[in-house]
């Protein structure tokens, strides 16, 4: 209510500016009065309906309009004082217009002009500032609201827009435009199984940019310091540009993050992570479905597809078998237990 309230208010203050200018002697004497208030009431109807299309608006790009506006009014200022030495050495007494009219047109125009320069050189360049006043990062070591670089394999992997629609992560989503050109060339790809994963990863980005609840954003611009470089270093460039963290399933990407200090999130490290911890003793039910690499070893699978290795398994393969776990082996690929067997049930 009260937003409407304040368009309401805007409204009738841009219409009574427009009646106000069309009262002008100059203005009311050539007939241009109605244009006036006319193109003030439709460009504040415009602006209303704009403000109520937009439903979802951001707070940098907010933000590089507001500072867009002040510098270009304090810039037009400085035009205005430029000018008036001008007009005052023109001579208009055969001009339909005076100098005073004719200043302020050229004011408005030169103004105008200024404001949607700034205006577009600070929205196009709003991430490599940080000037969001309510907001000031006074350090770069602040938690919780580090942005999320993604690479090509976590998205081929699916796994990442599962973790989030969770609602466990609420940091903003970052799809560099690089790597989303890489994306796109796995998906033409002639071989049909990189042509599938491709086109698997484009379906992942469409289902978190349609989530609404997701701070999904594609990262047009690429840092001088990126060129001629790799896809992978130019993904680590990024993220320590935005002060970001990677988020990957390579493993080689992981281990080359670590060694040029870019902070990295493995996604195979987080689900071996969430996998359930075992404790020596501890009973468990499994189907045996094939044999072990030991002497007599039977293998298992979890759900979540942990590996049991079942002592003197080998001879109830295909069967549902109750075991006691002895110990567990955390490897680079996930979680192995170990057990031995009881009895079949």
């Given at each position: 209510?009260?937003?409407?309230?304040?368009?309401?208010?805007?409204?009738?203050?841009?219409?009574?500016?427009?009646?106000?200018?069309?009262?002008?002697?100059?203005?009311?004497?050539?007939?241009?009065?109605?244009?006036?208030?006319?193109?003030?009431?439709?460009?504040?109807?415009?602006?209303?309906?704009?403000?109520?299309?937009?439903?979802?608006?951001?707070?940098?790009?907010?933000?590089?309009?507001?500072?867009?506006?002040?510098?270009?009014?304090?810039?037009?200022?400085?035009?205005?004082?430029?000018?008036?030495?001008?007009?005052?050495?023109?001579?208009?007494?055969?001009?339909?217009?005076?100098?005073?009219?004719?200043?302020?047109?050229?004011?408005?125009?030169?103004?105008?002009?200024?404001?949607?320069?700034?205006?577009?050189?600070?929205?196009?360049?709003?991430?490599?500032?940080?000037?969001?006043?309510?907001?000031?990062?006074?350090?770069?070591?602040?938690?919780?609201?580090?942005?999320?670089?993604?690479?090509?394999?976590?998205?081929?992997?699916?796994?990442?827009?599962?973790?989030?629609?969770?609602?466990?992560?609420?940091?903003?989503?970052?799809?560099?435009?690089?790597?989303?050109?890489?994306?796109?060339?796995?998906?033409?790809?002639?071989?049909?199984?990189?042509?599938?994963?491709?086109?698997?990863?484009?379906?992942?980005?469409?289902?978190?940019?349609?989530?609404?609840?997701?701070?999904?954003?594609?990262?047009?611009?690429?840092?001088?310091?990126?060129?001629?470089?790799p896809v992978d270093m130019k993904l680590l460039l990024l993220a320590r540009h935005l002060d970001?963290?990677?988020?990957?399933?390579?493993?080689?990407?992981?281990?080359?993050?670590?060694?040029?200090?870019?902070?990295?999130?493995?996604?195979?490290?987080?689900?071996?992570?969430?996998?359930?911890?075992?404790?020596?003793?501890?009973?468990?039910?499994?189907?045996?479905?094939?044999?072990?690499?030991?002497?007599?070893?039977?293998?298992?699978?979890?759900?979540?597809?942990?590996?049991?290795?079942?002592?003197?398994?080998?001879?109830?393969?295909?069967?549902?078998?109750?075991?006691?776990?002895?110990?567990?082996?955390?490897?680079?690929?996930?979680?192995?237990?170990?057990?031995?067997?009881?009895?079949?049930?």
């Open positions: 209510m009260a937003l409407w309230i304040l368009r309401a208010c805007f409204l009738v203050v841009t219409v009574g500016l427009g009646l106000s200018l069309a009262q002008n002697a100059e203005v009311a004497d050539s007939n241009y009065g109605v244009y006036v208030v006319g193109f003030f009431s439709i460009g504040a109807i415009l602006m209303i309906g704009l403000d109520v299309l937009v439903r979802r608006k951001r707070i940098d790009l907010i933000t590089s309009v507001y500072f867009g506006l002040l510098i270009g009014l304090f810039l037009t200022y400085i035009v205005s004082l430029a000018l008036t030495p001008i007009f005052l050495d023109i001579k208009t007494k055969d001009w339909a217009l005076s100098q005073n009219t004719l200043k302020t047109l050229l004011t408005s125009f030169s103004g105008t002009a200024i404001c949607y320069l700034c205006i577009s050189v600070l929205w196009q360049t709003r991430d490599d500032f940080r000037f969001i006043i309510p907001y000031v990062e006074f350090t770069k070591d602040v938690k919780g609201a580090q942005p999320y670089v993604l690479d090509t394999s976590v998205v081929i992997d699916g796994r990442i827009a599962d973790i989030i629609e969770t609602g466990v992560i609420d940091n903003q989503l970052i799809m560099p435009r690089f790597v989303l050109a890489e994306l796109q060339g796995i998906a033409d790809s002639g071989d049909k199984m990189r042509r599938s994963r491709g086109r698997r990863g484009l379906d992942i980005l469409n289902r978190l940019r349609g989530n609404a609840k997701i701070d999904f954003k594609v990262y047009d611009r690429e840092l001088p310091e990126m060129e001629g470089q970001g963290k990677v988020v990957t399933g390579d493993f080689n990407l992981n281990k080359v993050a670590k060694l040029h200090n870019v902070a990295v999130i493995n996604l195979n490290e987080v689900a071996n992570s969430l996998k359930p911890v075992f404790l020596p003793g501890e009973q468990v039910t499994i189907r045996i479905v094939k044999q072990g690499e030991g002497p007599g070893q039977g293998v298992g699978y979890l759900d979540d597809g942990t590996m049991i290795v079942i002592e003197d398994g080998r001879d109830h393969i295909n069967q549902t078998v109750d075991i006691t776990v002895t110990s567990m082996l955390q490897t680079s690929a996930g979680r192995m237990v170990f057990g031995k067997f009881d009895n079949v049930s």
